[in-house]
């Protein structure tokens, strides 16, 4: 939610008697719902669509559990009893994390109405999400899950009838061509957005073309991935003048003649103009009107009372001629009499980022607002598909509690997704009560975590190891490390293929004490001792933790499975041997290297100068530096006054401010760290900005961790900071970005596909959202420089060769657009709030690039989980794996999960949910690019998969029971127009197997392929 024209909503209870037994008799003759309930229509007119709706933000101004007592339980209490009143009224819900509570607060006799009034279609269910997700900051994985996560509520509840047709993405601030792959794969028919970019809304409406065909996987799923897309005419607010809600205090219809100030004719008039305005700029004889804003209905009987009136005096007026009619009708309904319009439609290909609802406002602010809250979401993301992947592995059971454990992270992880939640926009307030719900359900978690390695890590003798768990190992803070004498380290793996990384911890020594450690069969692993940064020592969320070194040592990574390591403090004589220590900058150049990778600094200053990729031959000039940009302070009174703000981004100039950039002047605390397993330079921009560059043996990227906070505001001026790279490549104003972690869209400077752009912001008018990777390419020299990133970020490319990142933000003025705060955080002593966060560069030929980004992507957002134990009594499984045979290098397990209840498809046993993802585009790679084939036959390791039924991907139904609504529209690149046949059915998987192997699959670039599966345990 965002926008000045927001109406405060109070608290205003209605108070309508229902007698708790009143409805137990009403009489049900089945379900009635979909296409088939929709109120008629009347061919030979323009039907006017009036969709009565609330939009009710999952947090904003308040938290979640104040806006349910104050607003939202109001809203379904009061429009339920006017649905039952009368049969062609119609209201659609979007939001299952309020439903749900409102749900399970009703007695028996109310489910039981609501459950009849979602089967006559009276009541539909929308998009069916936990919450209405941005679409800019979220990762794919993150937003199917949270879908799944509502579609199971629904599907569970209300059957067949609960299962939505449509998106409804009505609030985001720009929309993702993923996000439309992903709804289209759900088996949506359509989806409709209200934010859509003014010089874009311009150029469709005169063109008619508010409503297209988006294809959101053209070049790799092709129609599977296509979808219908609106844009609404009014945002997703009513008409102007025409809002009932108790709080809009406009005046209603007037219609007793014997009273004063009748004004039926008026209002009559007044919205046959508008209906008449809109019919010019959308292309069939079908509109749509929403009806209803946020949180509006508390009082439903007032907007029907009006809406009844509105339809009776505007279809009255056929007799005399007119040809416009008024129905009450759904989303999915308006798609339905669309479709049957038989147009031939428009398409899109690219997406709607970045959006601007006027000149000098661009909302790409929020791309990068509160990246600590945009960090912390991505782990607790990584954390919930290790916990799901345990409790499947080790097959727990009810009487654990895992189910109930599971629903709370994963709860928490749905809220978080909303569009002021991740997104940064909310209330300062609201972001603390985001993160601590994301804790409490890490908490659950833990337990889950728990309870499943005591059933696959079991000692001797059938003792069971507790684990314990170090959630500030960013910021070199951990007990067990630093205090212990010995411990073990346990590192699980939750991507089904080996691998290799690092383990860090802080730990405690005065230079005469080494560390002993000792890999899963017993045999030494080499380690290291390096000193904490100063910038890590700053950090007061340590609240003065003394260590001042971290023990780094090598994992090899078994296939979602787990090793566990022995850490043992020692006096032995090569203690000092271990630790390596801090050289000041002497003047002479600084290069680290590894057997890949060779970067070089300048002796003088400390900075970046140069990158070689040994083992291609590339070698390009590099800069780097942290600058910052001044966060305009607008009054926001007119455009050309916009404010910077959580929303908006828009610096006072085009040049950020540098400070020690490294060309004029010497950092003082420069130094470098030279191990045989890492190489580090630590950097100081400012006292407040600073950077530690790492590269790891083995390791074919150099990782730069920036540290920034608190930005300082004595000066009365907001800052937002960005991670610049500097490069001899030319890139001729093309990069690329990746959408919601997957695909890449390509990107041109102060350019927009689809209509030509006029940019009155050269900086934020060109920054787009970075999920996890940008990067540019020299064609002439077929390289590509890449930068990966931990969290979701704005990114551009200015210049040739340039690449930058926004990594904080802290600004003094709001940006007028309903949140009402500055985005002003403080850290746990009162000051700005430091924040922490690492980039991934990569140099590599064009042709062998993707292999490299691609799986560097799914390795940082797939992390290995690090648990800590007492050292064992007894012998312990100390090397474990989930898979018999590790899964192809071109494929990613998306889910493995047990479902909390039966799955869509009749089963005798408890079915699981499984995803497998080909993460490569076509074309990205010449052997990774092709199809893959996976066997799901004796692939786990504690179960054997015995059935599999291919799902949606959204898991709440078979795919050979999936229908789709056929569109006439350009495919093939445009080269031809298809006729719309009948509802297109998607041939499930299991009819394409060859019988002589049902359990075996194939998977084409970018395919998800989402399972229901039956198994037989094994013995351990």
Known sequence: MASSAKVAVFCFCLIFALAAGRY??????????????CNPVKDDMINVHIVPHTHDDVGWLVTVDQYYYERVQYILDSVIPELIKDPSKRFIYVEIAFFDRWFREQTDSMRHVVRKLVNEGRLEFILGGWSMNDEAATHYNAIIDQHTLGFEYLRENFGTCGKPRVGWQIDPFGHSREQASIFARFGFDSLFFGRLDYQDKENRENHRTMEMIWRGSPDNLGEAADLFTGALPNGYNPPDGFCFDIF????????????HDVNVKEKVDSFLKEMATQAKHYSTNHLITTMGSDFQYQAAHNWYLNLDKLIKYVNARQSSGSKVNLVYSTPSCYTYHVNRANKTWTTKEDDFFPYAHRPHSFWTGYFTSRPTLKGFVRRTNNFLQ??????????????????YNIEILARAMGVAQHHDAVSGTAKQAVTYDYDERLANGIMEGQKVYNDAMKKLQVQ??????????????????????????QFMVTVYNPIARPGFSYVRLPVSSDGNVAFSVKGPSGKPVPSEVVPVSPDTMRIPERNGDTSKFELIFPVSLVPLGFSTFLVSRTTDKYAKDQ??????????????????????????????????????????????SLVYYLGDAGNNSKSQFQASGAYIFRPNGTSPVGLGTGRAKLWSKAYFVKGELVQEVYQEFAPW??????????????????????????????????????????????????????EVLKRQLNHRDTWTFNNTEPVAGN?????????????????????????????????????????????????????????NETGSDGKGLIARGSHYLMLEPIESAAAGHRDLAERLFMAPQISFSQSPSKQVTTNWSGVHTALPDNVHLLTLEQFPSKGPVPSDTQPFLLRLEHFYEKGEDPVLSQPATVSLKKLFSTFDIVDATELTLGGDMALADMKRLRWNYPRDNGHSAQKREEPVTFV???????????????LNPMEIKTFQISLKPLSP
Request: overall charge negative.
């Open 24 to 37: 137990v008799n009403v009489k049900y003759d089945g379900p009635k719902c979909g296409y088939s309930s």
């Open 248 to 259: 809009c205090g406009e005046v209603p219809i007037v219609d007793d003649t014997r009273l």
């Open 386 to 403: 290790v916990v799901k992947q345990l409790d499947a592995l080790a097959l727990l059971e009810d009487t654990d509690n895992s189910t």
């Open 460 to 485: 001797t003798g059938g003792v069971k190891m507790d684990h314990s768990f170090c959630q500030l190992l960013n910021i070199s803070v951990c007990s067990v490390s630093e205090k212990a004498n």
């Open 579 to 624: 630790l390596k220590e801090a050289t000041p900058v002497n003047g002479e150049d600084i290069v680290i290297q590894n057997e890949y990778i060779a970067v070089a600094f300048n002796g003088l200053t400390g900075a970046l100068k140069n990158m070689t990729n040994l083992e291609k031959k590339i070698s390009i000039d590099l800069t780097h």
């Open 689 to 742: 900005m600073t950077q530690t560059v790492k590269l790891f043996s083995g390791q074919r990227f150099v990782e730069f961790q920036w540290t920034v906070g608190p930005i300082p505001i004595k000066d009365g001026q907001g800052k937002e900071v960005v991670s610049r790279f500097e490069s001899s490549l030319k890139n001729k104003e093309v990069f690329y970005t990746d959408a919601n972690g997957r």
């Open 767 to 823: 920054y787009y959202p970075v999920n996890s990777r940008i990067f540019i390419r020299d064609e002439a020299r077929k390289v590509q420089l890449t930068v990966l990133t931990d969290r979701s970020q704005g990114g551009t490319s200015l210049q040739d060769g340039q690449i930058e990142l926004m990594v904080h933000r802290r600004l003094l003025h709001d940006d007028a657009l309903g949140v009402d705060e500055a985005l």
């Open 988 to 1002: 499930s998987e299991r009819s394409r197997r060859a019988e002589s192997d049902p359990l075996t699959i194939s």
